[in-house]
């Protein structure tokens, strides 16, 4: 678990489903990411994932927690989805994070961000990391630029054009 001043971050457990769920059928969630919002089967899928992910790489995506309530705001962290973008980019940890609409605006993303990039550089200390992002979705490039990540090259995903980025170990 990664305590942060406002944030937990932390494997998920089985009942984040529920917060997890909501949050992946949510149209505004999803806008940039598939532009579709899961049926429950899909969001059960991608919940199990999550748990397979820690077992067979010892990294994945943390459920993010609001100390102050206990409430689930989203999730953070890295993995492998196999995207099949290229050599300059799938060997690579690639970062993730989704909030749900209670967590957006108050600096949560960089604050989870931020301290999940510290413990994968203390645990992995990866050459580089990797995401993308859809060129709409300014709030997340913005985020991205903050966390060090740079714009290296435009991709085709599901049909979609996507930035690239990738962040440089730090010196």
């Keep these: ?57 010892g990294y994945g995506m943390f459920a993010l927690v609001e100390k102050s309530s206990g409430r689930f705001l989203g999730e953070v962290g890295f993995s492998d989805f196999r995207r099949g973008l290229g050599p300059d980019f799938d060997p690579f940890h690639e970062a993730a994070w989704v909030l749900s609409g209670a967590g957006h605006g108050k600096g949560y993303a960089r604050e989870a961000m931020t301290a999940a990039q510290d413990w994968l550089d203390r645990k992995f200390s990866p050459e580089k990391t990797v995401c993308i992002i859809s060129p709409e979705n300014a709030p997340s490039i913005r985020l991205a630029e903050k966390l060090g990540f740079h714009s290296v090259r435009d991709a085709t995903y599901h049909g979609d054009t996507v930035k690239m980025f990738e962040r440089l170990k730090p010196a």
């Excluded at 678990?1 to 406002?6: K, Q, V």
């Excluded at 494997?11 to 489903?17: E, G, L, N, S, Y």
């Design 1 to 57: 678990m990664i305590e942060t001043t406002r944030l937990l971050l932390r494997p998920h457990i089985a009942d984040d489903f529920e917060a997890c769920r909501a949050m992946w059928q949510d149209p505004a969630v999803v806008e940039y990411i598939s532009g579709t919002p899961s049926i429950e089967a899909e969001a059960w899928l991608r919940f199990l994932g999550y748990f397979g992910r820690w077992d067979i790489m």
